[in-house]
């Protein structure tokens, strides 16, 4: 068992490890961390089932700190000490279902209950773990692991049947259920598909993978290969935004494997053809394609020439991709993510037209929600669109001009970003910036970074997923309250009337 102790004082965490026999508790490991900052990145490895922290630390304090512990591993068991006994601490610990609330000084046998009763409830939810694993479901998906695999136990595998009732003669076929990205797992989608194979006499053991599909093995006999196709319509119908992809019949246990994997190929070609529900198996799809391995380096020859020439790049990358629908959709994101990043450090200013993708992790994540190849197209093509735009409106400018709005545009959410730091920038005085900057746009620098920070927040505030704080965050103010003030100022509304106002 582990364990993190997160206190700012040296001496009371290694008092805590000097004096208490954590063998007894049966802990192990132990680490240390000075600081809730600390202790978060020690968390994300270290992956503790006991946390020992202090409420009152620097840089992240306790109860954010619990607050991110609980939402990384929520099986984790905490203990608050501190110095400073306040009903809003009180509040939170109990909000936050910590284990024990120590005061300081500690008293050494108040820590030892709080760690006995918390080794006693990780030992209470490890047993009913271990029973729930025994149940029936896990049984059946240990069975669908071990058939879908070339080399298995075939004596585990009948032994898993018999208690499943799975048969281990007839016909198999495995299908895969694709489910949008988007769409709310009601939880209940697997057992559907179950409770409709047993209209067709059929057995269904299954598995919910990753990326949104359900993966199912139907097993039936060999009289009732013509209920197959009416089964997958009717797996169509049940859900209308789903794909469906079927593998090749297998007439042997042994060979389930095969149908898994060549049911899996054909959902790929599903990312290249969004307009097709039911995928099945032809020869193309088993043939090994892999990405030409110099694409992103051509690719970064071309991005400097400008809007034009990249977007021709793209037009021919995706043409390329769908002849050749059968790479995997993998290799696509990765490919896809690297030249979209390119483009957003060549030219900030193109994701005005996607304010949502503020940052790199949040256009990578964008993509990775994208179930298409065709969404992705689509997605570069308006990029690329609000690139252009912006080269023809900033092609009249000298060339200092076009810098700075260029500069703005990839700085406009640091708070720290002023009139000052932009003529530093390109090596000028404030002063001789700001005549510089009126005399081609009209107005003053200070005044334009003004504007366009609040054309951004208007852009965000129309999408009602961002809270006021993260707006103002995200578009370089200090906090919501002068955000606030100064949008009113800009626009007569307030955040909240300008949003009720766009809906």
């Known amino acids: 068992m582990k364990i993190l102790i997160a206190d700012d004082e040296d001496y009371t965490r290694e008092g805590l490890i000097d004096e208490l026999d954590w063998e007894s508790f049966g802990i192990d490991e132990i680490m240390q961390a000075a600081n809730g900052e600390e202790a978060l990145k020690i968390v994300k490895w270290f992956r503790p089932d006991i946390v020992l922290s202090d409420i009152r630390m620097p840089k992240v304090d306790g109860i954010a700190f619990a607050e991110e512990l609980l939402r990384m591993a929520p099986q984790c068991k905490l203990i608050f000490i501190s110095g400073y006994v306040e009903t809003e601490y009180l509040k939170s610990a109990i909000r936050l279902s910590v284990i024990d609330f120590i005061e300081k000084p500690i008293d050494l046998e108040q820590v030892r209950k709080a760690l006995r009763r918390a080794v006693d409830e990780i030992a209470r939810e490890r047993k009913t773990k271990e029973v729930d694993e025994s149940s029936r479901e896990f049984r059946q998906q240990r069975l669908y692991e071990l058939l879908t695999r070339r080399d298995n136990d075939p004596g585990a595998v009948e032994k898993l049947a018999a208690e499943v009732n799975f048969p281990m003669s007839g016909e198999y076929v495995c299908l895969v259920v694709q489910f949008p990205r988007v769409r709310k797992r009601t939880g209940r989608e697997l057992e559907q598909v179950l409770e409709m194979a047993s209209g067709i006499e059929g057995k269904v053991i299954g598995v919910w993978q990753e990326d949104f599909c359900i993966e199912a093995i139907l097993a039936y006999a060999e009289r009732f290969r013509y209920r197959l196709a009416p089964f997958c ?62 694409i992103y380096g051509s690719f970064l020859r071309v991005l400097p020439e400008g809007s034009r020439a990249t977007a021709e790049w793209f037009r021919s990358l995706f043409e390329d991709l769908f002849s050749r629908k059968y790479y995997q959709k993998e290799q696509v994101y990765t490919l896809m993510i690297s030249l979209l990043t390119a483009v957003f450090r060549q030219y900030p200013s193109g994701y005005d037209a996607v304010p949502e993708a503020g940052t790199e992790e949040q256009l990578q994540q964008m993509v990775l929600n994208m179930d298409s190849l065709e969404e992705i197209r689509e997605f570069t093509e308006r990029i690329l669109g609000s690139v252009r735009e912006r080269e023809e409106a ?80 995200r578009c370089g103010y200090t906090n919501a309250s002068y955000f606030s003030k100064v949008f009113r100022d800009g626009t007569g509304m307030t955040p909240l009337e300008y949003r009720e106002k766009c809906r």
């Open 233 to 294: 319509q009717r797996i169509l119908e049940r859900w209308p935004d789903c794909r469906l992809a079927v593998g090749i019949t297998a007439a042997d246990p042994r060979n389930i494997y095969n149908s898994c994997r060549t049911a899996r190929a054909a959902m790929n070609c599903a990312f290249y053809q969004a307009d097709r529900r039911l995928f099945e198996i032809d020869d193309a799809i088993l043939q090994k394609r892999f990405m030409e391995p110099g």
């Open 394 to 473: 900033i092609s009249g400018y000298g060339r200092v001009i076009r810098g700075v709005l260029d500069y703005i545009a990839a700085h406009y959410g640091e708070v720290t970003l002023s009139t000052s730091q932009i003529a530093e920038a390109f090596h000028f005085s404030p002063a001789y910036m700001n005549v510089l900057f009126k005399q081609e746009m009209k107005v003053t620098l200070k005044q334009y970074l003004s504007n366009y920070r609040l054309e951004k927040a208007k852009c965000l505030l129309e999408r009602d997923y961002m809270k006021i704080t993260e707006i103002a965050e």
